[in-house]
């Protein structure tokens, strides 16, 4: 498998590139309100929203000991966590859902201080979603990069320097290490062993946290290629599991065994939906009588979620 490294590694590098500056250049559906039109509900927490059921807020907010907010990442992904129910209801209702929060996580001081921070981020957000783009010329790449110093321009009108890379400097330092590796990857002039040599170097540049991160999908990747060789060789789930925790620990080897064993129930559960549907298709009655003993069908091997996934085995 080694000759997909290099097609793999391309497509990680402008995924890379596209998903970060992408996700730096939205803005709001709607135009934010001020803080001062959110809806103020109290004590009383603000109602759930469906698409968060069953889910824990992202990312966190803390202060120091005398009462002052921790500026950090953190922060920004929790407030991205209640802003992806955007659609689903008002600004307004998630300003105030995002405010009870804060409210519940810091003291006084420090959560007027985050409430304010996030007041300012959703206007940032609305600007950014009115701010008329650019007419897109030259390489994709480029077009990013131009997209990417408008938006840090307008969001300095909104955060300071310090607050900006305090809240914002991972998110800017991985945007612009992906369109420096976009750039080479684009770059007609260089030969092949050129780009894998300057896509190497850059990497080398790379924390080693970061560098650990990029990598960790790909040793996904190359402990299930070892373990379809290990059956393809004959070789047992004891087998495959002795591999995988050598590789990494006994836990994770236990937890890939289970993502196993769910895949090979779901295969099974197909395969026996795929029988059973083809005889009701094949079968005596009118559409309706059919299209009706499909969904009871369904409905017996499968949960509303589940129906969900059938369309791509049906053809």
């Given at each position: 498998m080694g000759s997909r490294q290099l097609p793999m590694t391309w497509v990680a590098g402008v995924v890379a590139a596209t998903a970060l500056v992408a996700v730096g250049l939205q803005g709001l559906p709607v135009a934010a309100p001020r803080a001062a039109d959110a809806t103020r509900t109290g004590d009383v927490p603000p109602p759930a929203v469906s698409s968060l059921a069953g889910t824990t807020p992202d990312g966190g907010a803390t202060a120091t000991a005398d009462d002052a907010l921790v500026l950090d990442p953190a922060l920004i992904r929790l407030f991205d966590y209640y802003l992806t129910t955007v659609g689903e209801r008002p600004i307004s209702a998630i300003q105030a859902q995002v405010e009870h929060d804060l409210d519940g996580r810091l003291a006084p001081h420090a959560a007027?201080?985050?409430?304010?921070?996030?007041?300012?981020?959703?206007?940032?957000?609305?600007?950014?979603?009115?701010?008329?783009?650019?007419?897109?010329?030259?390489?994709?790449?480029?077009?990013?990069?131009?997209?990417?110093?408008?938006?840090?321009?307008?969001?300095?009108?909104?955060?300071?320097?310090?607050?900006s890379q305090a809240l914002f400097g991972p998110q800017d330092a991985e945007a612009s290490a992906a369109l420096a590796r976009m750039a080479i990857e684009q770059d007609p002039s260089l030969t092949g062993q050129q780009r894998r040599e300057r896509l190497a170097a850059l990497d080398a540049r790379l924390p080693a946290s970061v560098r650990a991160e990029r990598e960790a999908p790909l040793a996904i990747v190359h402990l299930e290629e070892a373990a379809q060789q290990i059956r393809a060789q004959g070789g047992s789930e004891d087998d495959v599991y002795r591999m995988r925790a050598a590789a990494t620990s006994p836990e994770a080897a236990n937890r890939l065994a289970d993502v196993d064993r769910e895949e090979a129930a779901w295969k099974a559960r197909i395969a026996a939906y795929q029988a059973q549907r083809a005889t009701?298709?094949?079968?005596?009655?009118?559409?309706?009588?059919?299209?009706?003993?499909m969904s009871d069908l369904r409905n017996r091997l499968f949960t509303p979620e589940e129906q969900r996934r059938l369309a791509a085995y049906e053809g």
């Open positions: 007027r201080q985050a409430k304010d921070l996030f007041s300012r981020y959703l206007q940032f957000k609305a600007a950014l979603k009115a701010q008329r783009p650019a007419k897109p010329t030259g390489r994709s790449v480029d077009i990013l990069r131009e997209g990417l110093r408008r938006m840090l321009a307008l969001r300095a009108t909104y955060f300071s320097e310090a607050e009701v298709l094949s079968g005596p009655g009118d559409d309706a009588d059919r299209a009706a003993a």
